[in-house]
């Protein structure tokens, strides 16, 4: 890739942010040699690589990525026989297993999940025991511990029972001197590796010993004395059968490590890659980088697409989205509109987040982005003068044009800013016609800004090239850094000018001088671009009253059903009193019979009095099943969320759905559907005290996370997922399923468009888990 185009477009600015997450010499080489790839294959593995460590970053436990050290020159020391390690390459080398055995753990626990990462962390090596052998021999401070060996041990208790009676009899000696003034220090030091007194230096004659030197002042002068030297030399010989212990102890914990040479070079490997890894997935973390699709051919598209250096460092809030399209067609686009209105940006942005994905580094845009291959980007840009080379700016530009243009291919990237500027505007037009022509035959993606009006009629009058400009706002006169795509742009030059302050009358005295056709030009383009932004903003109108008009209509129906539902309610109530009177004249008129019974009345009258009564209640069931026929009382008596009991048994379940007379209920995971007369209403309360098949009442997770699952598996888990909190009355629930290539989002998101139970759903907001979560609303009244 060229590297005046990797500078130009501040690839060096994202590699700076991602080097300075890296934990270890060995992930900052591996940052500083990110650079564009154009493998398919190996982009996509790239990318999803980082975005399974970036969701482990926001949803899950912490990584275990601290601890790796830079233990490649231990290593190769190692290769060299008869060598020996020093401790702290020990210490190096004990860090590198133990973080390797965490990261290896972390990742087989979670190999679902995060496939990607498992199949890079399966080849890391373990070795409990060469890990704890080294933590047996070596401590934390980097010291060869007694215990080491048991000659070790006996050793260094000698040294020290010696020094202890070499020092007892040294402060003898100066508290003899002391109080003779020979000195004025109480401390016991060391020369040369030997005890010592100090000693004025106008009595040294009176010490008989050894002198090992001065003081920096030369008033003082360090005197080992004479009973002394004999067993100092003992300690000295101690001493060095203490080194060669240690050195024997290490070379053969060295021998340990040679033995497992190549499986701790592949850490090493490995690590270095995590740590890479990890770095820029704490950058994507930054951006909310998202993973969009790869091609090698097609369209590039850009939706919600931000520059990453900007929205760094001014936030989401405070920078302008970029949608773009090219290619449908297409492989030119010419960006026309006011100075300082975002042209520019434009081009850095699509070209920068171009070599992020292929660096394998997720872009801050939406998940349907769609971002092609590139084998060679280009960029020519901004002022280019040179007094050293004598080149004018033209110059410059034209020199750089001369180099893309030999080069360039189908396979080519060519950005191309302020094309046709530094001459004579028509020359210059002409120029870059030509230009976009030689390209354009060449196969190469062209993207071009311009104030140039040949070249913007060039783009607007020609079906192959697509245009577009950068919105500008007509009652503010600022313009609003957004591109639309399908429309030339004007320079509004005058209108800048104005806004900035310059003088009334030299604006007015300027559009006298220009042109007239030019003016004409410039009057179509400026009147085109607030014609379709009336039009845009008129749309957008309309679509709130159309929203604003269905919410009424919604409101209306609900009504329409309440009150509906209050008219069944009373006709059901006056069928409970007709019941009830029907029954209390059947008491009555059975109470009558029974005394006429008792004053021996007739059997014709008898049986004429039973007729009486058969008829009321004959007529009220007829008129009652009518009623219900009618007005479908079946389906007001239960609703979704009832709890029922069937009339010959205790099981309770709860109403899903009402259909006619017809109920779907849940008994547990079983659905029945039954007839109305077949069940009964129970309470809440009631319900809790009967047994069920499955405790209705059990509390339940409001998410479910689907991460490395495949697609399969995921829907039947998120079905089962609906159902259960869809009987347990949750409105809303939580689906995580990451991010990665978008596929199980996708496959998920389909799903839920069928699913009976699923009012609607969404995105999860930033706060929420964004793409990487969906949030959805269940049919609960």
């Known amino acids: 890739m060229d590297k005046e185009t990797l500078k130009k477009l501040e690839f060096d600015k994202i590699k700076e942010y991602i080097l300075s997450f890296a934990t270890s010499q060995l992930g900052v080489e591996q940052v500083e040699k990110l650079s564009p790839l154009t493998n398919k294959s190996i982009i996509e593995r790239e990318l999803n690589l980082t975005i399974e460590m970036k969701d482990i970053l926001a949803y899950d436990d912490p990584f275990p990525i601290d601890g790796i050290k830079d233990i490649r020159v231990a290593l190769r020391r190692c290769e060299i026989e008869e060598s020996f390690l020093s401790p702290q390459d020990f210490l190096d080398i004990k860090s590198v297993l133990s973080v390797s055995r965490l990261i290896r753990d972390y990742l087989s626990k979670r190999s679902q999940k995060y496939p990607n990462l498992w199949e890079l962390a399966r080849n890391i090596f373990v070795n409990r025991v060469l890990e704890y052998t080294i933590d047996e021999v070596i401590d934390e401070n980097g010291n060869v511990?007694?215990?080491?060996?048991?000659?070790?041990?006996?050793?260094?208790?000698?040294i020290l029972r010696k020094q202890d009676y070499?020092?007892?009899?040294?402060?003898?000696?100066?508290?003899?001197?002391?109080?003779?003034?020979?000195?004025?220090?109480?401390?016991?030091?060391?020369r040369d590796g030997r005890l010592v007194i100090p000693v004025k230096v106008e009595h040294k004659r009176h010490v008989a010993g050894v002198v090992h030197g001065t003081s920096s002042t030369g008033l003082?002068?360090?005197?080992?004395?004479?009973?002394?030297?004999?067993?100092?030399?003992?300690?000295?010989?101690?001493?060095?059968?203490?080194?060669?212990?240690?050195?024997?102890?290490?070379?053969?914990?060295?021998d340990k490590v040679r033995e497992n040479l190549r499986y701790l070079q592949t850490n090493v490997t490995i690590l270095s890659k995590f740590d890479f890894i990890y770095a820029k997935a704490k950058f994507v973390l930054q951006?909310?980088?998202?993973?969009?699709?790869?091609?090698?051919?097609?369209?590039?598209?850009?939706e919600g697409a931000y520059h990453p250096i900007l929205l760094l460092r001014h936030g989401r809030g405070k920078t302008v989205s970029l949608d773009f399209k090219l290619g449908n067609g297409s492989s030119v686009l010419v960006i026309s509109g006011p100075n300082s209105g975002g042209k520019t940006v434009v081009l850095k942005t699509v070209g920068l987040l171009t070599l992020m994905v292929q660096a394998g580094v997720p872009i801050p845009a939406k998940e349907k982005s769609r971002v092609r291959?590139?084998?060679?980007?280009?960029?020519?840009?901004?002022?280019?003068?040179?007094?050293?080379?004598?080149l004018s700016s033209f110059g410059s530009h034209v020199k750089n044009l001369k180099r893309i243009i030999s080069e360039a291919d189908s396979k080519t990237l060519v950005l191309l800013d302020e094309l046709g500027s530094g001459t004579d505007p028509a020359e210059g037009g002409a120029l870059g016609i030509a230009i976009i022509e030689k390209l354009k035959r060449k196969g190469s993606f062209v993207i071009v800004t311009t104030h140039n009006s040949a070249l913007k009629f060039y783009a607007y009058s020609n079906p192959e090239i697509e245009c577009g400009a950068m919105e500008f706002d007509h009652q503010t006169l600022a313009p609003t850094y957004r591109l639309r795509i399908g429309v030339p742009g004007s320079s509004y030059a005058f209108e800048i000018a104005k806004r900035l302050g310059l003088d009334e009358d030299i604006i007015v005295d300027a559009r006298k001088r220009l042109d007239e056709s030019q003016v004409r030009i410039e009057e179509i383009?400026?009147?085109l671009e607030a014609l379709?932004?009336?039009y845009r903003k008129k749309v957008a109108e309309l679509m709130l009253k159309e929203e604003s008009l269905n919410k009424m209509l919604a409101e209306y129906k609900q009504k329409l059903i309440e009150v509906e539902k209050e008219r069944k309610r009373a006709k059901r109530e006056a069928i409970a009193e007709l019941r009830e009177v029907v029954e209390n004249a059947r008491a009555r008129i059975e109470e009558a019979i029974r005394k006429v019974k008792e004053t021996s009345a007739s059997k014709e009258s008898i049986k004429k009095a039973h007729a009486v009564a058969e008829q009321i209640e004959r007529q009220f069931y007829e008129i009652s099943k009518q009623i219900e026929t009618d007005e479908g009382i079946v389906s007001d008596e239960f609703k979704p969320g009832d709890f029922v009991k069937m009339k010959d048994g205790t099981q309770v379940g709860e109403v899903l759905q009402v259909e006619g007379t017809n109920l779907v209920v849940a008994f547990g995971s079983v659905k029945m559907v039954l007839k109305a007369d077949e069940v009964e209403k129970?309470?809440?309360?009631?319900?809790?005290?009967?047994?069920?098949?499955?405790?209705?009442?059990?509390?339940?997770?409001?998410?479910?996370?689907?991460?490395?699952?495949?697609?399969?598996?995921?829907?039947?888990?998120?079905d089962k997922f609906i159902d259960t909190s869809f009987l347990h009355r949750l409105k809303q629930v939580q689906i995580i399923h990451g991010k990665g290539t978008g596929k199980l989002k996708k496959e998920i998101t389909e799903f839920l468009k069928r699913h009976p139970n699923v009012k609607s759903f969404r995105s999860g907001s930033w706060e929420e888990g964004g793409d990487g979560v969906t949030i959805v609303e269940l049919n609960i009244d």
């Open 373 to 390: 291959i590139f084998k060679k980007v280009y960029i020519d840009i901004g002022d280019e003068q040179s007094v050293e080379r004598d």
């Open 166 to 190: 070499v020092r007892r009899r040294l402060y003898a000696i100066l508290k003899q001197i002391s109080e003779r003034d020979y000195t004025q220090d109480d401390i016991i030091p060391q």
């Open 532 to 534: 379709e932004v009336e």
């Open 220 to 254: 003082t002068v360090f005197i080992e004395p004479a009973e002394i030297v004999e067993l100092n030399n003992e300690i000295l010989q101690l001493q060095f059968q203490e080194q060669k212990e240690i050195e024997r102890i290490l070379k053969g914990l060295t």
């Open 145 to 158: 511990k007694d215990s080491a060996s048991a000659e070790l041990r006996q050793i260094r208790e000698e």
């Open 525 to 527: 383009l400026s009147n």
């Open 682 to 718: 129970v309470s809440q309360k009631e319900a809790k005290k009967l047994s069920l098949a499955t405790d209705l009442f059990a509390s339940v997770s409001t998410k479910i996370d689907v991460r490395g699952m495949r697609s399969d598996e995921a829907i039947t888990a998120v």
């Open 287 to 302: 951006i909310d980088g998202q993973v969009p699709e790869v091609a090698e051919e097609g369209q590039m598209i850009f």
